[in-house]
């Protein structure tokens, strides 16, 4: 659609960050625009869906690979590790998306409404290409954007009907078990908000399981086969992505980062960052920090 497009691209232009990022006044819902090939990121992302609209990109989760471009939208159905790099960019013609994340109580209500059996067993990552039906709902919310008066009444309503027909669409069966109530899938997302919030902090499984309302052994299986790491994976996957952020964002020290991020131990931090990022911190850094000059 040539008009999402060109929303797409204004949009971008005007309100992204040094990282490309552009978070509009509706929370949740952002446009990415990169002008070059990016390196490695690394993210345990909130579920969201990624809409393409020029471009390529490339995702893997675990063993299994992804690559898509304009058309395709990635789904990301619950809190999951993935790796991703913009494949396809340039100042001509910038890799262009928008960023829709998944509002689990608007799903709840919606999968209420909505005639269907729950969710079964579903790939927590998918590609598929766009509905017609969910880019017209995207280009409603753009140009609302260009109404901010408008907002407050209308967003609310937009979002809602953007999740329901990628409930109604090609995605739909893997966003289910988000809406459906007290499913496997939720009850791990009240775990995984949790350790979102105090991941620097020592969280025991059982007030982990407590939260989730399961037994620690029942906890642990539906946690990995969500999530594909343990709790304690998990946890320490944050921890590293959030001390590579402060690294490069606030040019702190390894040692000032393992610390702010719950590590006791600097050599043990050293270790699982070098397992994670493939390299040392300081060498890791300098290395993201010379990507981005020779981007800019």
């Not at 070059?36 to 390529?56: E, F, K, T, W, Y």
């Not at 025991?204 to 946690?223: I, N, T």
């Not at 994670?276 to 000059?293: I, N, W, Y």
Request: hydrophobic share 45%; charged share 20%; with cysteine.
């Amino acid at each position: 659609m040539a008009d999402l497009l060109d929303l797409v691209r204004r949009h971008g232009e005007t309100h992204a960050d040094a990282g490309g990022f552009a978070q509009s006044a509706i929370p949740g819902f952002a446009t990415v625009r990169a002008t070059a090939p990016s390196g490695l990121n690394h993210d345990i992302s909130r579920p969201l869906v990624c809409i393409v609209m020029q471009g390529s990109k490339r995702v893997t989760m675990g063993t299994q690979d992804f690559a898509f471009s304009a058309g395709d939208s990635l789904l990301i159905a619950a809190d999951v590790p993935t790796i991703s790099q913009i494949t396809r960019a340039s100042v001509v013609a910038p890799y262009l998306s928008i960023v829709l994340e998944l509002d689990p109580a608007v799903l709840a209500g919606l999968v209420a409404e909505m005639d269907g059996e729950s969710a079964s067993t579903y790939a927590p990552v998918r590609v598929e290409p766009t509905d017609v039906e969910v880019a017209e709902a995207a280009l409603r919310l753009l140009r609302l954007l260009n109404r901010p008066a408008s907002l407050p009444v209308l967003q609310g309503q937009l979002i809602r009907e953007m999740h329901y027909w990628l409930l109604a669409g090609r995605h739909g069966p893997a966003i289910r078990a988000l809406g459906w109530h007290d499913s496997h899938a939720q009850r791990v997302a009240r775990a995984v908000k949790l350790i979102r919030s105090e991941f620097a902090q020592p969280l025991p499984v059982e007030r982990l399981a407590a939260v989730a309302g399961m037994s620690p052994s029942s906890f642990h299986q539906h946690f990995r086969a969500v999530t594909s790491l343990s709790p304690l994976q998990f946890q320490k996957r944050l921890r590293l992505i959030e001390a590579r952020r402060l690294m490069l964002s606030a040019g702190v020290s390894a040692s000032h980062a393992a610390f702010s991020v719950g590590y006791e131990s600097v050599p043990q931090f050293t270790r699982d960052y070098g397992r994670l990022f493939g390299l040392p911190p300081v060498r890791d850094t300098r290395a993201a920090r010379d990507r981005m000059l020779a981007a800019a």
